[in-house]
């Protein structure tokens, strides 16, 4: 039987944090080996919010870093930059002559990096769920392991391809997003009611994959708490909802057997033994990385366009040919 195809990728706008191995890259690790595997960093993407040249350099190379690090195995799997393969922009421009103003305009992802920036709103981060379509569909992906937050953009993506197949003739698979039931939404430790981002300034607000020891358990011991003192999840408990999660996630206990471990316990207990739980999970992460050379990274990561764009560049031909344009 033919192998499912998975896309996925992650923006170089910041260090990575535990929400995108939680939410995204863990996920791609446990699914690579039953599937056919696109892994992307998505420079182009980033750039709708403004970046600090030397800064997105390095980060384009720290995220292909981390993919290999946490278990991205290039046997198995496409890693590349997104930017290396121009048929991401050509398919972005042609789908959005598909796409309506108003369908973008919805995009929560949208008016939340939009909101209080006046006249100034990118255009480009109007455009983004266009160039993410481009992205999933180029590779005629069947599913995108994401989080909860890009929920939107997949279904824009997949209305974008019925839409063209309609219009043109079956041409894109319709994808499906892939989103876990746990770990898909990881909030800010300084505020439960936000999903940890890696924009965020605050250094307090997220956990890097890359953070020392003494930074895990500085940061998990100012992490906000619910009033009251139980270690209880639930609905009026965003914030040990929340660390319950981590710990769950990051040691495989499950939350009812957590609660009861640290039933009659204060909260500076039960975080000490989340930083240690933490900064075991990531130990082994932090070795391979620090082992990576940065050369031989680059070198897969060219290797890994070339393929990619072999399969793009097939893509594009039938886009154009079936739109009427002359090739
Ligand atoms: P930014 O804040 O710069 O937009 P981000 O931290 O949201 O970035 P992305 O590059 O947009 O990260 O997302 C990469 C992947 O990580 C996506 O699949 C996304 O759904 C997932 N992800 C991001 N934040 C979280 C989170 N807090 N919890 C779970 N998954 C997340
Ligand atoms: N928008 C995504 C990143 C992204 C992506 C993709 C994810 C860009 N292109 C294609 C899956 C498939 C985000 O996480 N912010």
């Known amino acids: 039987m033919k192998k499912k195809i998975v896309f996925s990728g992650v923006q170089p706008s910041g260090v990575l944090h535990i929400g995108n191995y939680l939410g995204a890259i863990q996920r791609w690790v446990r699914l690579q080996s039953q599937t056919t595997n696109y892994f992307c960093v998505v420079d182009l993407h980033a750039l709708t919010i403004r970046q600090d040249p030397e800064e997105l350099h390095a980060n384009t190379l720290r995220v292909a870093k981390t993919y290999l690090a946490a278990g991205i195995d290039p046997q198995h799997s496409t890693i590349f930059i997104q930017s290396h393969v121009k048929e991401h922009c050509e398919l972005a421009w042609l789908l959005a002559t598909l796409c309506y103003m108003g369908e ?70 319709v994808p499906e997003p892939l989103i876990g039931e746990v770990g898909a939404r990881i909030m800010g430790l300084d505020d439960p009611t936000r999903k940890m981002s890696k924009s965020e300034p605050k250094p307090g607000h997220y956990l890097a994959l890359t953070d020392p020891p003494d930074a895990i358990r500085k940061k998990i011991g100012r992490a906000v708490t619910d009033s009251g003192t139980e ?11 929340n660390l319950l999660n981590i710990y769950h996630l990051m040691s495989g206990i499950s ?30 992460f932090q070795e391979r990385y620090a082992a990576l050379d940065d050369a031989e990274v680059m070198a897969l990561l060219r290797a890994g366009a070339d393929r990619a764009r072999a399969v793009a560049a097939e893509t594009i031909q039938q886009v154009k040919e079936r739109m009427g344009i002359v090739v």
């Open 231 to 241: 270690i209880r999840a639930g609905a009026d408990k965003p914030a040990l909802s």
């Open 255 to 284: 939350i009812a057997e957590l609660e009861e471990r640290y039933r009659g316990q204060g909260y500076a207990a039960f975080k000490r033994d989340l930083a240690e739980v933490v900064i075991e999970h990531l130990r082994p």
């Open 104 to 173: 973008l305009s919805r995009m929560t992802q949208f008016k939340d990096k939009s909101r209080n920036k006046g006249e100034n709103i990118g255009v480009g981060l109007f455009t983004y769920p266009t160039l993410m379509a481009a992205d999933i569909l180029l590779y005629h992906t069947d599913l995108v392991p994401v989080g909860e937050d890009q929920k939107q953009h997949l279904e824009l993506t997949r209305d974008l391809a019925v839409r063209f197949n309609n219009a043109f003739g079956e041409t894109f698979v």
